[in-house]
Every structure is written in C-alpha cells, then in structure tokens.
C-alpha cells in the first residue's frame, strides 16, 4: 500500500501523469502532421497516419517487456528505464530526415513510453481492488484527458512561433518533470516478498496463468476493439477536419471539445461505478456505443458528409459513451489476476494494442472524402462487443449453478 504521506489526490494526479506522456507524444503533433510528413518525405495523406499508429504497436511491443520485468524488479526501476529510452527516441525524431528514420523514432518512443504506461496500471491495481479500483482509474483517467484536450492547441501554438521538432522538445522537457515528480514522492508498491524471480519462462507462465480467466481475456478483446475504434479516430481526425472541412485553424479546439466529452463521462463514471458498479456501466456504454454509431451509418450511408455541427454531435455522444469504457474494461480484466499485476498489464496492453493497430490501420485507409467508414467501424466493433459481453454473462451464470 501507498505511504501515507502521498495523498489520494497526488497519486491519482501522478499516475495520470505517467499515463499522460503517452496522449502528449500522440496529440501535441496532431496539427503538424502534415508539415512532418512532408519534411520527412512522406508521399501521400495515408503516410502521416504511420506517425500515429506506429507509436501504439511500440506501446504494444514494449509492455511485454516491461510488464514481467517489473514483476521481478519492481515498479520504479522500470519506469526509470521507459523515461531514459524516451529521451532517446525523442532525439531520433527531432533529427530525422526521412520517413522510416521518424517511424522507428515514434516506434520506440511507443516502446519507451509503454513502461510508464503500463506499470501505472500495476502500482493502481497494487494501491486498489475492485469497484475501488475503479473509482480510482475513473478519476486518473479525467485528469489525463487534460492532456488531449490542451495538447493539440499546444502543438499549433509551437508549430505558428518555432517549428515541428520544438514538439518534441516540450514532451521532452514534460517526461523529465514528471520523472524527477515520480523518483521523488512515489513510494514503490510491490515488496520485495511479492516478486517473482525473473526467468525465460515468465512470460510463458504468466499467460498460462492469465489464460485461466474468461473474464479478462473477454474484457481485453472489448478493450481492443474500442481502442482500435478510438484510435481510428485519432489519426484520421487531422484529415477530416483540417482537409475534408477545412477548419485548420479551429481543429485544437474541436479536438479539445470532443476530449471533454470523454473527460465528463469518465467523472460522472467515478461517481456512479460504486453504485451502480462496473459490469451495469460497461453494458450500458457498450449499447450506447453501438446504438450511436449505427444510427449515424443509417442516416448518412448514401450521402456525403454531414454539416460539421452534425458530425459533431455524432462524435460527442460517441466519446461520451466511450469515457465510461476505457477504465471500467481495464479495471474489469485486472480485477481476477492481481497477483500477476505487471505480467497481466502487459499482457492486457499488448493484445488491445495489437488488436487496435491494424483495426485502425484498415480503417483509416477508407477515411478519404467522408467520415462514414469511421461510424462504420464503429459499429461493426460495437456489435462484436456486444456479443463477447453476452458470452462472458452467460459463463457467469453458468458458472455460479
């Protein structure tokens, strides 16, 4: 458990932070995409998707790393490890001169970034169990949601007085803060009597232990899909507002605006998930999900983009629904495996991630005049979610005669 010097309110500001450098790295280059792309060589629209997406399959590759590791070591080290590696792929960035030198930047800055991330989740599930637990990633998940709400006027407010590697710089000089912040005020969380002896069978052991909950498993592929769904949004958002709308100089703030939404449902979730509890919010959000984006593909299956204020509020009450998901699924496949928390973060992170590459990537390619094929996708994963809910319910009740 947490010393008690470090107040609830520190820690959930800490760790949102840790998880914060990630939506920093991502969102701060979203309005420079396209002068990126181009000082780096990229040839069409769909390369300066890479600079987002290949940022996540590092997040995926370094947690498997970083997860067992942590098991074996404990949380602080690691992460110490995740901001030292940051530096270094941040440097790769600022100085790359062509397309593939940038992508294996932002690969390893996923890669770097992914240790901070997911041993955040560890030391929460260390600190906290069950509907608590939520509660708690509820709150941490707000105050990192300010990050995608300011990042991108962020990025354009550097972009108009230096220039697009002054980004990096600024998500340089916030993981240091955040890292001396951390080294100074975070006691570490797993003692040493619970720590596994790190071996070449770890891993594999690990998912053999993992493997053995229906409920953690289903909850991550749900996660995937939501993820792969979100993330579609994310590297695609540059080209539907700024090209297909042609709001360049408003997109910081409509980005800004739709991250509120998410921000306000996933509040509303700390509040309501200790009294209504996780699985009741995760089914309502997930039909929401699904209901929303279907209605939109019913609406707009045959015609061009709707105005902007339509879409908008098409993108509000998705994201909205959306807030009260991304915790409450994290909590819900971290909930069985507690003993295996760094092994069960990075397995967890690994498979959603690997899920949502490529799910984004095919998606993404079909976003080209019109903002349909997102709504499409959303509701070809919202459906599928539905059904793996419906599985893991009736396996509860299976189970319990």
């Avoid at 590092?58 to 110490?80: E, M, N, T």
């Avoid at 991250?259 to 309501?272: E, P």
């Avoid at 976003?367 to 009736?394: N, Q």
């Amino acid at each position: 458990m947490k010393q008690q010097q470090q107040s609830q309110f520190e820690f959930v500001a800490l760790m949102a932070s840790l998880m914060s450098i990630v939506a920093l790295a991502i969102d701060a280059i979203l309005p420079a995409l396209d002068i990126i792309g181009t000082s780096v060589g990229a040839t069409n629209t769909s390369d300066y998707q890479l600079l987002i997406t290949m940022i996540f399959l590092g997040l995926g590759i370094g947690s498997l790393l970083f997860g067992p590791l942590s098991d074996s070591l404990g949380r602080k080290p690691i992460v110490y490890l995740g901001f030292a590696l940051f530096i270094i792929a941040s440097f790769i960035c600022i100085y790359a001169q062509t397309l593939p030198i940038m992508i294996f930047g932002r690969i390893l800055q996923g890669i770097a970034l992914s240790a901070p991330r997911t041993i955040s989740i560890a030391i929460v599930r260390d600190s906290y169990s069950g509907d608590y637990m939520a509660r708690i990633m509820s709150f941490i998940t707000v105050v990192f949601l300010l990050i995608p709400i300011i990042a991108p006027a962020l990025g354009k407010l550097i972009l108009d007085h230096y220039n697009w590697q002054a980004i990096f710089y600024v998500q340089l000089l916030f993981g240091v803060i955040v890292s001396i912040w951390f080294w100074i005020r975070q006691p570490e969380t797993l003692h040493k009597s619970n720590r596994i002896r790190f071996s070449r069978s770890i891993f594999i052991d690990g998912t053999k232990e993992l493997v053995k909950f229906k409920n953690t498993i289903g909850y991550t592929i749900i996660s995937g899909f939501i993820t792969g769904s979100f993330m579609v949004y994310l590297s695609t958002s540059q080209q539907i507002f700024q090209m297909q709308y042609g709001l360049a100089d408003e997109f910081p703030y409509i980005f800004a605006g739709l991250a509120i939404s998410v921000g306000l449902a996933t509040f509303l979730n700390g509040i309501l998930v200790l009294k209504y509890g996780m699985r009741r919010l995760v089914n309502i959000a997930l039909f929401g999900f699904f209901g929303i984006s279907l209605l939109y593909v019913v609406l707009f299956y045959s015609s061009p983009n709707p105005s902007i204020y339509i879409l908008l509020s098409f993108f509000g009450m998705q994201f909205f629904a959306i807030g009260f998901l991304f915790g409450n699924l994290r909590s819900l496949a971290m909930e069985p495996v507690g003993h295996i928390a760094g092994i069960a973060a990075a397995i967890t992170g690994f498979i959603s991630t690997m899920m949502a590459v490529p799910i984004s990537a095919v998606i993404g390619n079909y976003v080209d005049g019109t903002a349909l094929p997102l709504f499409v996708g959303f509701s070809v994963f919202g459906v599928l979610s539905i059904f793996i809910l419906l599985f893991l319910k009736a396996f509860r009740v299976e189970t319990e005669r």
